[in-house]
């Protein structure tokens, strides 16, 4: 078992554990109604969503063999196909990230730093969560370890103005990734969202090809209401790819399953912890085999 999917499942064990007792074992054939039932209301608990609870059991009631694999077959039927990351062929690479605040979205862009100079890439991130002189601290610290440099205003400073200058010296000075975060936003203030809008707009004028990615941080807790953010963000910033953080912390891990086949979005990350390595690239097959119960494996 590789280290990666080792820490996957540990991190998805509290989502494992609250499915094991909703999900009997035993060959698809023999399962009663009432199993049925049991399995789609385990889904549902797992934050799956109604809907795609319903669809993946109807799926899975159609296959033969056990239900593990009936199971697994529907859930990465649900799953679209990861598409390579929009990377230019030259210039830097330019990475907007957004998120509402407590999703992690800092600490996220501070691992993104360290896996890209890691890479044996130079990366300039813009610091444009003005509003918060701590989530411009936690970034700069970030920053320095990864060995990463930062561009940072004045606390207040426009955000819209940080995005520019960052995007402009990534240009000006050759770096690989240019990643720019923004302030966190509440999807239901228009004023906050039109100004993020005014972000990408800027990053577009000062290098037309970008942004190139634009990467939603949400945290996997929050259930419905990380489908109603990603909604909104997707429709103001354009979102690209999702990031799905802090799934250790519940048995919601079904949430990333919800939002994959609802937006039909790469989920690029997920995040099982604090350190570093417990952000990781998402893997379809490899998550689904860490969500599902060991006791029907």
């Given at each position: 078992m590789s280290t990666f999917f080792s820490r996957l499942k540990k991190g998805l064990s509290r989502s494992r554990d609250a499915l094991a007792h909703m999900v009997p074992g035993g060959s698809v054939d023999a399962l009663s109604e009432e199993d049925w039932i049991d399995i789609e209301d385990g889904l549902i608990m797992a934050d799956c969503g109604g809907e795609l609870s319903g669809s993946l059991v109807q799926k899975a009631r159609k296959y033969r063999g056990s239900s593990i694999e009936a199971l697994k077959t529907s859930m990465l039927g649900m799953i679209p196909e990861t598409t390579p990351v929009n990377e230019p062929e030259s210039g830097p690479f330019v990475l907007l990230v957004v998120g509402v605040n407590g999703t992690g979205k800092t600490t996220t862009i501070g691992k993104l730093a360290t896996m890209f100079r890691q890479q044996g890439k130079s990366v300039l991130v813009g610091a444009g969560d003005t509003f918060r002189a701590a989530a411009v601290?936690?970034?700069?610290?970030?920053?320095?370890?990864?060995?990463?440099?930062?561009?940072?205003?004045?606390?207040?400073?426009?955000p819209a103005a940080v995005a520019f200058d960052t995007v402009q010296r990534?240009?000006?000075?050759?770096?690989?990734?240019?990643?720019?975060?923004?302030?966190?936003?509440?999807?239901?203030?228009?004023?906050?969202?039109?100004?993020?809008?005014?972000?990408?707009?800027?990053?577009?004028?000062?290098?037309?090809?970008?942004?190139?990615?634009?990467?939603?941080?949400?945290?996997?807790?929050?259930?419905?209401?990380?489908?109603?953010?990603?909604?909104?963000?997707?429709?103001?910033?354009?979102?690209?790819g999702l990031i799905v953080t802090k799934l250790d912390g519940s048995g919601k891990g079904g949430i990333v399953l919800q939002l994959s086949h609802k937006f039909g979005l790469p989920i690029r990350y997920i995040g099982v912890g604090e350190t570093l390595e417990d952000l990781m690239p998402f893997n379809g097959e490899e998550f689904v085999d860490s969500l599902l119960p060991e006791h029907i494996r």
């Open positions: 601290e936690q970034l700069a610290v970030w920053v320095e370890r990864a060995g990463a440099d930062l561009v940072r205003q004045h606390e207040g400073a426009d990534g240009i000006a000075r050759n770096y690989d990734v240019v990643i720019v975060d923004t302030a966190g936003r509440v999807q239901t203030d228009r004023g906050l969202m039109d100004e993020l809008a005014k972000v990408r707009r800027v990053i577009t004028k000062a290098y037309p090809e970008a942004p190139h990615e634009v990467w939603q941080v949400v945290d996997g807790g929050t259930g419905q209401n990380a489908v109603v953010q990603v909604e909104k963000f997707r429709e103001v910033a354009g979102t690209s």
